[in-house]
């Protein structure tokens, strides 16, 4: 088992998160990078969630921070030309959640509004949802409720 974060003892979680903690600062080594980047080349410069989720069962980095280095690692390489035909992540389709994931958030966003990257990960774990999708639900709650407590 890998090193828990640490950062998981709050919010439900009970110290179980088995995403090792940053060193230096550093979310990806360079044994991390260079499994990334074998893959990079030889399998898929856009992985998708389940291969980021493969990716990071492997390499012990959230499926964020993998989404990250493939996004810089494309920027950088002046040779990947996107064509109509390339799936991009900006143009996702909204899922629509169930009754009972909305009640799980909604219950869950009245103990912590701001789960940090391990917790969304677990949260999106225990409901089958992407983390950026878990990501994006807790900003769109954090508007709703500021622009319904403070009205222009």
Not at 56 to 77: L, M, Q
Not at 96 to 113: A, T
Request: glycine letters at 4%; a positive charge; proline letters at 4%.
């Amino acid at each position: 088992m890998k090193p828990s974060c640490g950062t998981c003892r709050a919010d439900g979680l009970d110290g179980k998160c088995d995403y090792r903690a940053t060193v230096d600062g550093r979310a990806i080594t360079e044994e991390v990078k260079q499994a990334l980047e074998q893959f990079y080349q030889t399998r898929n410069k856009a992985p998708t969630y389940e291969e980021r989720l493969d990716l990071a069962k492997e390499t012990g980095c959230r499926t964020e921070d993998i989404k990250t280095w493939f996004n810089n690692r494309r920027r950088a390489d002046r040779s990947d030309v996107k064509t109509s035909s390339t799936p991009t992540d900006s143009k996702k389709k909204w899922k629509k959640m169930s009754k009972s994931q909305n009640n799980f958030l909604e219950d869950y966003v009245r103990r912590n509004d701001r789960p940090d990257g391990p917790q969304r990960d677990w949260i999106a774990g225990q409901l089958n949802l992407d983390t950026e999708y878990i990501h994006k639900w807790f900003d769109h709650t954090r508007q709703k409720y500021h622009r319904a407590n403070n009205p222009s």
